[in-house]
C-alpha cells in the first residue's frame, strides 16, 4: 500500500512538473484563427515570369510570378488562381507534362529574368493532382533559379531540368539534368562551370531525344551585373543528353551573352536564337532552318536586343513557324519567319513571355511586369486580367486615419495609397496613383494631407497635397562644395514623430528638411564606406550596358529617427555600416564593429527604432547580394555599444524588415524572403504565420497604433493585414496553460455606415474587408472535438441574445457577432415578406457570453458603443430602439394571430365537414376568418417575384420595421404616422378576432363538445415563437 | 465521451486509419445498418436565422428542406432519377442540369460515408502524411472517386481527410472545388462536437467554407437515425406546388 501511495505520488509529480513546463508552440497550433487578409491591389498586378499552356484544353493555362507564385486558370485566362502558396513565390518555369496535362505539373522556382530585386527560389516542385498538393525534389535545394523543365511527350518518366543557378554567387549546381524514373534520381547531363548556368532548355517534340540548351555565364553583385563571357554557348544533344555539341555555325566569335531559343512546333527543323554579342552589329535574331546546323543573322532591331538578362524568351505560333513573337520592352511580332517585327499592341511595358492558344493563334497571352495580358486578334491589341494581385511593393507606410490608408512603391509600377477598408470592398477604384516609375518608399505627413514619393535612385522625390492637387518635387540637389550624391535604386526616406514637417532622406549622406523638402541640409558625413570599387554603376551590364542606376552602391538604404528622443538618428548603409548619432546628427558612430557573426558588408536593410526605450534598436541584414541567404537579426539596448543576435534557425530566408510591438516589448514581427515571423518572448522562439499567408517575400511591415493591424508590404501578393494582433500581447505562460482563456478585446464601435456595394466587373479583384463585428476572442489548449460546445450571448438584465458558433481550434480562437438577434417570427402567408427577414440590432452596452464546453461553462463580456462621431442623440436612439422592437413585437403578434386564425379555420373546416348543424355554426366562422386573414397576408398570387400579391397588413409592418430597424435615425413624423395607422389595423384586426372567437367560435365550441369532436388546441404565444 | 475514441498504434496504413474511425464511432457493422438520418439544423446569414432539415436515406435519396415565414422550399433533391429545387423566385421545383444529376447520382453510394466500404464503390484510398489542422495533428487521407463531369469534361473527384492522430476522428474534409466561379480554390468543411445517436457518432457541428477564406457553421440541433420518413417528399413535384 505504501509502496503503491509512493508510486501514485512520484505520478503525482511527475505530472505537476510537467504542467508547469514551458509551453511552446509552433505557429499552426498558436494562431488558430487570426488570418492574413489580401487586399491586393491587382489593377497594375506585378510582374509574371513565366506562361504555360495545356496542351489540348484551352481553358486552362498557368502563371508563374516574380514574387506570387504560380497561378492557374480555368476559363481560359479570364480569371486565375494562387496553387503554390506554400513555396517559394519567386518562379522560374512551369511545366505540364504532356502525357498527364491533367494532373502532372512541375515548377521550378527562382525567376530567371535576373534583375536588381530579383527574388530566388528553393528548387523544382512536382504536383501529380493538378496543383494541389506538390512535393519538393530534394536535389534542387540549392538551384536559386530553374529556367526550363523539358518533358518526353512520350514517357512522363523522362525529364530535363535547365537550372540557371546562383545569381550573386558561384555554385556548381547549374546546367542540364536529367531523370529518367519521374524524378527519383538525377543525373548533371550538362556543366559548364560555376559562373555558367543554363538559361534555357528546349526539346523537339516529335523527336525527344533531341535537345537544345543554352548556357549562360553571369553575375550579379549588388554594384555590377555581367553578362555574358567565354563561356556562353548553345549545345544541341541528339542522343537525350548523352553528348552535346555547340551548334554556332553562324553566329560570331568571341563574347556571348544570354541566347533566347525558340523552335517551330510545326516544323521543328526551324529554330530562332537572339544572340547577345560583343558587337552591336552582330546582336539580334538568327534563323536556323537545318534544326541549328547553321544560322542565318536576320535582325538587329531595338526590341531584339534590349536587355537581353531581362528579356530573353522568343516564342513560335504552333502552326505557321514564320510567326515569331518576342519579349522585349514592349514586345514585337514577326509574320515573315523573322526578316521584320512590329510591337505588340499597347500593354504594361516590359514582356517577358508570350503565349499563343494551341489552337487558336488569334489567342496569345503575355507575361509583362505589370500582369498577365490576354489579346483576341493575333497581338495587335491587348486587355490585363484584372484578378492577379501579384504586386511587388518594396515599401508601405499607414496613416491614423479611419479607416486607415496604406502607401506604397511598386517594383516598375509607380507608387500607391488606398484604404484599408472601402464600402463593398477594397477595388481598382480605390487606389491613388501618386508617383511614377518604379516606386519605392511612401510616407503620409504625420498631420497634414502631404504625401511624400520617390522614383528609383530619388530622381524624383515627390511633395504631393491630396487636399489641393499640387505637386512638387524635392529630392536634395547638390550645392556648392558637395561630392556627387550617391542614392540608392531604392533611397530611403523618413519622417519623424517629433517635428511633423521633419523629412529625411538618405544618398551617402543624412539629408534633413525642417520645411517639408523644401531646404535641405546634410547631417552627416559619408556613413558608408565610399568604396570606389562598388561605385561604378553606369558600366555595368556585360555585354550590354545597363545603366539603369540599378547598381549605385555604397549608399544609405535605411533611416531611422528614435520616437523617443529626435536627437537618436540611426542609418544603416547597403554596405554594411550600422551608425548612429546621438545629438541629431552633429557626430556620428559606426557600430557594425560591435555586430558579431555577421559577415562584413552585410546590406543593412532595416533599422527599427523602439518605441519603448530610446537606446533600443532593431537591425536586419540581407546579405543575398554577396550570395549569403542566412537570416540576420539583430537588437542592441545601448545605442550600438553592444548588439545581440535574436533569430533562429527556424527562419528561412533574407530577412527584410522588424517592426517592434507597441506595447508588449517582447512581441516582434520580422518579414523575410519566405514570409513573416512572430515570436512573443523577444526572440527566443519564431513562429512563421502561415493563415492565409503565402509565402511570398515580406518587405516592409507597419502597425496601426489605433486598430492594431499589422500591415505587410509584400514584394509579390500586394498589401496582406493581419487585423487586430491584440491577442499576441496577451499571450504568456500563464495564458498558455490554461484550458480556456478568454482575451481581452476592444470595444466595438456600431457602424452606421451604410453603402451600396461594389463597381468592380465580375472578374476584377476585390480586396475583403475587416470584418467589424464584436470579437469573442479565447485561446483553447486543446482542440474541441468531442462533446457539445456552444456560445449564448446574454444581455445585462440575463435575457438570451443569440446562440453563436464557437470555433474549436487549438490555439486562438475568433468568434464574431454582428450585434444582431434574430429576425422575428413571421406570419405565414402565400409568399415571402422580405423586411421580415431583418434582424434588429441590439443596442450599445454590455454583454455576457457564456461558452459551454461538456461540462464546463466559460464566461466573459463584450462591449458595444456608439460611434463617437455619430449625430445620434441618447433619446434619439432610444426612440429608435423601441419603435424597432415595438415593431418586432408587432410583426410577431401579427404572426400568432394568423397561426389562431389558421388553426381555427382548420377546426372549423372539419366541422363543416361534420353535417349539416355543423355547417350551420362553422361556415360563418370559415366566411369571416377567411375574409380576415386576407387583410392580414397575402392568400393569393404565387411566389416571390413578378407572381407575387399585393402586400396586406403583414407586409406593410414588416415593411416599416425594416425600414426603420436598417437606418440610424429616429423614426421620423412621417414613419411614426404609418407606425400608428399599422397599429391601429392590427389592434382593429385583434378585435375582430376576439370577436368572432368570443361568440361564433364559442358556438362551434359548444357544439364540439355535444357532438364529441375535438376542440382546437392553441400553443401559447412564447410556445408558438420557441417552435 | 472522448474515452469512446481511443488512441490507437502508430505506423497505420490508409485502411486502418478509416476502419478505425468507424469502429471508434460506433461500430463498422452498427454503420452498415444505419437506412437514414434527419438533421435539425440552422444557419446564420447576417443576422437571418434560416433553419434547415437535412434527410439522408442510404439509396442516396436525400432531401434538404429550408422553412421560413411558414414556407418550405427544398434544394437538392434527389429521388434516385431526378435532382431537383425549388425556384425562390416562382417557389417551383425545377430540375438541375444534366450533369449535376448525373454527378449526384455517382455519390449515391456514399451514405453513410464515402469512406465507408470504399473498396466495393471502386475507391482508392492513399495516406498523404501527417498535417496540422486546427492546432491538431492528423492524418491525411485522400480518397479518390469516380470521375465527375464539369463543363462536358470528367473531372478527378478527389476528397482529402484529416483523421485526429489521437482520437482517430475525421476534423476536417478538403476538396478542390471543380465549378463556378470559385473553380480551383479548395473547400474545406470542419467537424466536431461528436456525440452519439443511438449507438453512432456525428459531428454536431459542421463548418463549410473555403481554405483560407470565409466559412459558414451549420447549428446542428438534432440528428435522428433510423426515424421514418415521408418517403413522397422526394420525387420531383411534375405539376408544380
Same mark, same amino acid.
Given at each position: 500500500m505504501k509502496k503503491l501511495f509512493g508510486i501514485a505520488l512520484a505520478l503525482l509529480c511527475a505530472h505537476l512538473s510537467e504542467a508547469q513546463e514551458e509551453i511552446v508552440l509552433n505557429g499552426k497550433e498558436l494562431f488558430g484563427d487570426l488570418q492574413a487578409r489580401q487586399i491586393g491591389p491587382a489593377l497594375m498586378s506585378g510582374r509574371i515570369t513565366d506562361l504555360e499552356a495545356h496542351p489540348t484544353n484551352s481553358r486552362v493555362l498557368y502563371a508563374g510570378t516574380a514574387g506570387g507564385g504560380v497561378w492557374k486558370s480555368s476559363n481560359g485566362g479570364a480569371s486565375f488562381t494562387p496553387i503554390f502558396d506554400q513555396h517559394a513565390q519567386s518562379i522560374g518555369a512551369v511545366a505540364v507534362d504532356p502525357s498527364d496535362p491533367d494532373k502532372t505539373i512541375w515548377v521550378g522556382t527562382g525567376e530567371v529574368w535576373t534583375r536588381n530585386s530579383t527574388s530566388y527560389g528553393d528548387g523544382l516542385y512536382k504536383s501529380i493532382d493538378g496543383g494541389v498538393n506538390w512535393k519538393k525534389i530534394d536535389v534542387f535545394d540549392k538551384s536559386e533559379r530553374i529556367s526550363s523543365?523539358?518533358?518526353?511527350?512520350?514517357?512522363?518518366?523522362?525529364?530535363?531540368?535547365?537550372?540557371?543557378?546562383?545569381?550573386?554567387?558561384?555554385?556548381?549546381?547549374?546546367?542540364?539534368?536529367?531523370?529518367?524514373?519521374?524524378?527519383?534520381?538525377?543525373?548533371?547531363?550538362?556543366y559548364t562551370d560555376l559562373k555558367t548556368g543554363c538559361s534555357d532548355l528546349l526539346m523537339d517534340p516529335t523527336d525527344p531525344n533531341t535537345l537544345y540548351a543554352a548556357m549562360w555565364e553571369f553575375r550579379r553583385t549588388g554594384w555590377d551585373f555581367n553578362s555574358g563571357g567565354e563561356n556562353s554557348a548553345l549545345y544541341k544533344s541528339t542522343d537525350a543528353g548523352k553528348s552535346w555539341n555547340k551548334i554556332h555555325n553562324g553566329f560570331p566569335e568571341g563574347k556571348l551573352g544570354r541566347f533566347a531559343v525558340a523552335l517551330a512546333p510545326s516544323n521543328t527543323s526551324i529554330l530562332y536564337a537572339a544572340v547577345e554579342a560583343e558587337k552591336n552589329a552582330d546582336k539580334g535574331l538568327y534563323r536556323s532552318?537545318?534544326?541549328?546546323?547553321?544560322?542565318?543573322?536576320?535582325?538587329?532591331?531595338?526590341?531584339?536586343?534590349?536587355?537581353?538578362?531581362?528579356?530573353?524568351?522568343?516564342?513560335?505560333?504552333?502552326?505557321?513557324?514564320?510567326?515569331?513573337?518576342?519579349?522585349?520592352?514592349?514586345?514585337?511580332? $514577326?509574320?515573315?519567319?523573322?526578316?521584320?517585327?512590329?510591337?505588340?499592341?499597347?500593354?504594361?511595358?516590359?514582356?517577358?513571355?508570350?503565349?499563343?492558344?494551341?489552337?487558336?493563334?488569334?489567342?496569345?497571352?503575355?507575361?509583362?511586369?505589370?500582369?498577365?495580358?490576354?489579346?483576341?486578334?493575333?497581338?495587335?491589341?491587348?486587355?490585363?486580367?484584372?484578378?492577379?494581385?501579384?504586386?511587388?511593393?518594396?515599401?508601405? $507606410?499607414?496613416?491614423?486615419?479611419?479607416?486607415?490608408?496604406?502607401?506604397?512603391?511598386?517594383?516598375?509600377?509607380?507608387?500607391?495609397?488606398?484604404? $484599408?477598408?472601402?464600402?463593398?470592398?477594397?477595388?481598382?477604384?480605390?487606389?491613388?496613383?501618386?508617383?511614377?516609375?518604379?516606386?519605392?518608399?511612401?510616407?503620409?505627413?504625420?498631420t497634414k494631407d502631404i504625401i511624400y514619393t520617390e522614383m528609383q535612385g530619388a530622381q524624383n522625390v515627390w511633395r504631393i497635397s491630396t487636399e489641393t492637387k499640387r505637386t512638387k518635387t524635392i529630392q536634395p540637389l547638390p550645392k556648392a562644395g558637395d561630392p556627387k550624391l550617391r542614392f540608392n535604386w531604392n533611397a530611403p526616406m523618413a519622417i519623424s514623430k517629433v517635428q511633423p514637417d521633419r523629412l529625411y532622406i538618405g544618398s551617402q549622406f543624412v539629408h534633413k528638411s525642417e520645411d517639408m523638402g523644401d531646404t535641405w541640409e546634410i547631417i552627416s558625413p559619408d556613413l558608408t564606406t565610399n568604396d570606389p570599387k562598388k561605385q561604378n554603376a553606369e558600366k555595368s551590364g556585360g555585354l550590354s550596358v545597363d545603366n539603369s542606376g540599378a547598381e549605385n552602391h555604397t549608399t544609405i538604404f535605411t533611416i531611422a529617427e528614435s520616437p523617443l528622443d529626435e536627437k537618436v538618428i540611426w542609418a544603416g548603409t547597403d554596405d554594411g555600416n550600422v551608425q548612429v548619432t546621438r545629438d541629431g546628427g552633429k557626430s556620428w558612430t559606426n557600430t557594425i564593429a560591435n555586430i558579431s557573426g555577421l559577415p562584413a558588408n552585410t546590406w543593412c536593410y532595416h533599422i527599427e527604432a523602439s518605441v519603448h526605450n530610446k537606446g533600443t534598436a532593431y537591425a536586419v541584414f540581407d546579405g543575398h547580394t554577396s550570395g549569403d541567404m542566412n537570416t540576420y537579426v539583430y537588437k542592441t539596448s545601448d545605442f550600438g555599444s553592444t548588439w545581440t543576435s535574436i533569430g533562429a534557425d527556424n527562419i528561412k530566408g533574407v530577412a527584410r524588415n522588424i517592426q517592434e510591438d507597441y506595447v508588449q516589448p517582447d512581441l516582434l514581427y520580422l518579414g523575410t524572403e519566405f514570409g513573416l515571423y512572430i515570436t512573443i518572448n523577444g526572440g527566443k522562439n519564431w513562429n512563421r504565420f502561415t493563415n492565409n499567408m503565402p509565402a511570398t517575400a515580406v518587405h516592409f511591415i507597419d502597425l496601426s497604433e489605433k486598430s492594431h493591424d499589422l500591415v505587410l508590404g509584400t514584394h509579390g501578393r500586394g498589401i496582406i493585414i493581419i487585423d487586430d494582433i491584440s491577442p499576441l500581447r496577451q499571450i504568456n505562460q500563464l495564458v498558455l496553460q490554461e484550458n480556456v482563456h478568454f482575451f481581452d478585446t476592444k470595444s466595438t464601435i456600431i457602424s452606421e455606415e451604410s453603402n451600396f456595394g461594389s463597381t468592380s466587373t465580375e472578374m476584377e479583384f476585390v480586396g475583403p474587408n475587416p470584418n467589424q463585428s464584436a470579437k469573442i476572442i479565447y485561446y483553447l489548449k486543446k482542440r474541441h472535438t468531442f462533446g457539445k460546445m456552444k456560445m449564448d450571448v446574454y444581455d445585462s438584465e440575463g435575457n438570451h441574445m443569440i446562440d453563436l458558433s464557437p470555433g474549436k481550434s487549438k490555439g486562438i480562437n475568433v468568434v464574431t457577432w454582428n450585434y444582431r438577434i434574430k429576425q422575428p417570427k413571421i406570419a405565414k402567408g402565400n409568399s415571402l415578406t422580405f423586411g421580415g427577414f431583418t434582424a434588429p440590432r441590439v443596442p450599445a452596452g454590455k454583454y455576457k457570453v457564456v461558452m459551454t464546453k461538456g461540462k464546463e461553462t466559460y464566461e466573459t463580456e463584450l462591449e458595444l458603443i456608439n460611434d463617437p462621431k455619430s449625430p445620434l442623440t441618447s433619446a434619439d436612439r432610444i426612440a429608435l430602439h423601441k419603435t424597432t422592437m415595438e415593431l418586432y413585437e408587432m410583426s410577431e403578434q401579427l404572426a400568432y394571430l394568423v397561426y389562431r386564425i389558421d388553426e381555427t379555420i382548420e377546426t372549423a373546416e372539419k366541422v363543416v365537414a361534420s353535417g349539416k348543424s355543423g355547417k350551420k355554426v362553422a361556415q360563418p366562422i370559415l366566411d369571416d376568418l377567411n375574409e380576415l386573414k386576407a387583410t392580414l397576408v397575402v392568400t393569393t398570387g404565387q411566389g416571390n417575384y413578378v407572381g407575387t400579391a399585393e402586400p396586406e397588413l403583414r407586409g406593410k409592418i414588416t415593411a416599416l420595421f425594416s425600414k426603420i430597424a436598417s437606418g440610424f435615425e429616429k423614426p421620423s413624423a412621417s414613419e411614426m404616422e404609418n407606425f400608428t395607422l399599422l397599429k391601429t389595423r392590427f389592434n382593429d384586426a385583434k378585435e375582430e378576432y376576439e370577436k368572432i372567437e368570443e361568440k361564433k367560435v364559442a358556438k362551434m365550441n359548444k357544439l364540439m363538445k355535444e357532438t364529441k369532436l375535438e376542440p382546437a388546441v392553441y400553443k401559447s404565444f412564447d410556445e408558438f415563437i420557441d417552435n | 465521451m472522448a474515452i469512446c475514441f481511443t488512441a490507437v498504434a502508430s505506423a497505420q496504413t490508409a485502411d486502418e486509419i478509416i476502419t478505425n474511425y468507424f469502429e471508434a464511432t460506433g461500430g463498422y457493422d452498427a454503420w452498415g445498418k444505419l437506412e437514414n438520418m434527419k438533421m435539425v439544423a440552422k444557419v446564420n446569414q447576417g443576422g437571418m436565422e434560416i433553419p434547415l432539415e437535412i434527410v439522408q436515406l442510404n439509396d442516396g435519396r436525400q432531401y434538404t428542406k429550408i422553412s421560413l415565414q411558414g414556407q418550405s422550399m427544398y434544394q437538392g433533391v434527389f429521388d434516385g432519377e431526378v435532382l431537383w429545387n425549388t425556384n425562390f423566385m416562382s417557389m417551383q421545383a425545377e430540375k438541375a442540369d444534366e450533369e449535376s444529376t448525373m454527378n449526384q447520382k455517382l455519390e449515391a453510394n456514399d451514405f453513410p460515408s464515402d469512406l465507408y466500404d470504399y473498396k466495393s464503390k471502386g475507391y482508392t484510398v492513399e495516406l498523404m502524411g501527417t498535417e496540422t489542422v486546427d492546432g491538431t495533428e492528423t492524418h491525411k487521407i485522400k480518397v479518390t472517386k469516380e470521375p465527375t463531369t464539369v463543363d462536358g469534361e470528367k473531372v478527378d473527384n478527389v476528397v482529402f481527410y484529416f483523421f485526429d492522430t489521437d482520437s482517430g476522428a475525421i476534423i476536417m474534409a478538403e476538396q478542390e472545388i471543380t465549378q463556378g466561379p470559385n473553380k480551383g480554390v479548395i473547400g474545406q468543411t470542419m467537424l466536431s462536437d461528436y456525440d452519439e445517436v443511438n449507438g453512432l457518432y456525428f459531428p454536431f457541428s459542421i463548418t463549410q467554407g473555403v481554405k483560407d477564406g470565409q466559412s459558414q457553421p451549420l447549428l446542428i440541433e438534432s440528428i435522428e437515425t433510423n426515424v421514418e420518413i415521408d418517403e413522397s417528399l422526394f420525387a420531383f413535384p411534375e405539376s408544380g406546388e
Open positions: 523543365i523539358e518533358i518526353n511527350p512520350n514517357n512522363s518518366n523522362e525529364v530535363y531540368v535547365g537550372v540557371l543557378g546562383a545569381l550573386w554567387g558561384d555554385s556548381d549546381v547549374r546546367g542540364v539534368y536529367k531523370t529518367s524514373d519521374a524524378g527519383a534520381t538525377w543525373e548533371k547531363i550538362l532552318d537545318d534544326g541549328g546546323q547553321s544560322w542565318t543573322h536576320l535582325n538587329k532591331d531595338f526590341e531584339l536586343v534590349v536587355r537581353p538578362f531581362y528579356f530573353s524568351r522568343i516564342v513560335v505560333d504552333p502552326k505557321n513557324p514564320d510567326i515569331v513573337a518576342k519579349g522585349g520592352f514592349l514586345g514585337s511580332i $514577326s509574320r515573315d519567319g523573322g526578316k521584320t517585327f512590329r510591337n505588340l499592341g499597347q500593354m504594361h511595358p516590359d514582356i517577358h513571355d508570350i503565349l499563343f492558344d494551341n489552337k487558336d493563334s488569334d489567342r496569345i497571352y503575355a507575361a509583362t511586369d505589370g500582369g498577365v495580358y490576354r489579346s483576341w486578334d493575333g497581338g495587335t491589341t491587348f486587355e490585363i486580367v484584372a484578378n492577379i494581385p501579384v504586386s511587388q511593393f518594396y515599401h508601405i $507606410s499607414i496613416d491614423d486615419k479611419e479607416p486607415y490608408n496604406i502607401y506604397g512603391g511598386l517594383q516598375d509600377n509607380g507608387s500607391w495609397y488606398g484604404p $484599408s477598408r472601402s464600402p463593398g470592398g477594397i477595388e481598382a477604384r480605390d487606389w491613388n496613383v501618386v508617383g511614377f516609375g518604379d516606386g519605392f518608399r511612401v510616407e503620409k505627413h504625420p | -
